[in-house]
């Protein structure tokens, strides 16, 4: 099953380098549009879409790939599946057939009081030592925690791949909040000065009082401040986009209008049921509570039996305590049993510490399942009341829009005061706002939930980026 999801891992990389690529034509499009297009009265973010400067990332593509090469904890987490491979691999080891070889030469001296003089000789040995373990609890056991942990990192490592994904598309669409948020005030901020205009020209005709003039004034001068206060939240956002990634921020898409701002199927129940099946970080507790059993078992092995199987060939000039012997060449092949009698508590002290670790990794599992189950619970509710609430600022949008024309038709009769077509304005402006704050709010949710719940793949990241447009 890891190995699929490996695969899949493979598959989303190989995906994310080229999913983007129609998107790259319809830019250069969009740039050539965009050239031949100036002084519409657009704001100054919109205006000044000049084509992609070097080194800076516009599509979706472009952060992910960035994100993959530049996150530290993702290559921390390679890293980590890297040392679970070499641990299984190491494991594997042990069970496989040892052999090993030795080779002596050595000058000997020897003298005995029952001969007179030195007797020197030079002496050699070579042996060819094979092993084979028949029974090693400890060792089995061993091997079982390594395939474990190495499962473990593999799903932590699906783990912070897709909350990297996640993370990146929630910074992207914090930069084109900020970005619309802009250029809403921006807007708002030309209607008030063209309202100034007309106050001014009907206050030098003495058709309306100077109380007038003053609130446009004021209200003209909140926004001046709130422009401010969006270009910096705007610049922050950027910041967090490129220190997430390591690449600098231009000119981004924006969100079209066929981004699909639907709840997906299911109830809270099913979600959170999926989550449990699914996700990734439960997966690796799950996984991690697995080995912890491993070693409680490799710790028990210690009070069994070992059993090898030896086979040596051996030729040497040497006999007992080095003495001068003939040539010989022996063969053996024999069973080794060693059964430990009594090691002063440690093993003891040894499987506590384990089974207490062992206990550990369970409720932190418990822990993790129940976290994980609320969480997709909670997403799924918020993206289900965040839908009914982007159907009731649509309507207010269509309402606001409707109510500031009727306001500023009715103050061009002299039917209404300036300050009342001021506060239709900026109850138009901010419905607008709030439209598009939901709307990117809607699709962090639906990717939140579909990391939570452990589904979220290539095909969601290729539908995202569908659902970007070149600026116009």
Known sequence: MMHDKLLRA?????????????????????????????????????????PQEEGAGQTLEDFFTSALDFSPRLRIAEDRLDIGRARRRGANGQLLPQVSATASVNENRQQTEAEEGVNQYLGERYALRLQQVLFDWQTFARRGRAYAEENQYEAEYFAELSLLLTDVA???????????????????????RNQREQVQRMRNLEMVPSTDLYDVEAREASLEAEQLNAEGELNVAREALRSATGLEVGTLFELGESADLSVPEGTPQSWASIAENANHQLEARQYALEAADRTVSEQRGAYM?????????????????????PLTDTGYLGVDITVPLFAGGSN????????????????ELRQVRLEVADQ??????????????????????????????????AF????????????????????????????????????????????????????VSNWLVTPQ
């Not at 319809?26 to 740039?31: D, H, I, R």
């Not at 910074?171 to 008030?192: G, I, Q, W």
């Not at 002290?349 to 409720?363: D, G, H, K, L």
């Not at 009341?385 to 269509?398: D, F, G, K, L, Q």
């Open 10 to 50: 493979t598959c989303l990389s190989t995906l994310l380098s080229g999913f983007l690529a129609p998107s790259a034509v319809m830019a250069a499009a969009g740039q050539e549009e965009t050239a031949d297009s100036g002084g519409d009265g657009r704001s100054v973010l919109a205006s000044e879409y000049q």
């Open 170 to 192: 929630e910074r992207y669409f914090t930069v084109l909040e900020a970005r619309d948020t802009l250029e809403s005030v921006e807007a708002e901020l030309r209607a008030v």
């Open 376 to 409: 997709a619970r909670m997403l799924f509710l918020n993206l289900r009341t965040n839908a009914m609430r982007i159907s009731a600022a649509e309507r207010t949008v269509e309402a606001m829009s409707v109510a500031a024309e009727s306001r500023q038709r």
């Open 412 to 463: 061009d009769l002299g039917n209404t005061t300036s300050v009342e077509v001021l506060d239709a304005l900026r109850d138009r402006f901010i419905a607008e706002r709030d439209l598009n704050a939901l709307r990117y709010e809607h699709m962090n949710l639906r990717l939140r939930l579909l990391q939570v719940a452990g589904t979220l793949d290539a095909e969601d990241m290729i539908e």
């Open 348 to 363: 003891r002290a040894a499987v506590r510490e384990a089974q207490s670790q062992r206990n550990i990794a369970s409720n």
């Open 305 to 325: 039996p070992r059993v090898s199987l030896i086979a040596t060939q051996q030729r040497s000039t040497l006999g007992y305590d080095n003495r001068p012997n």
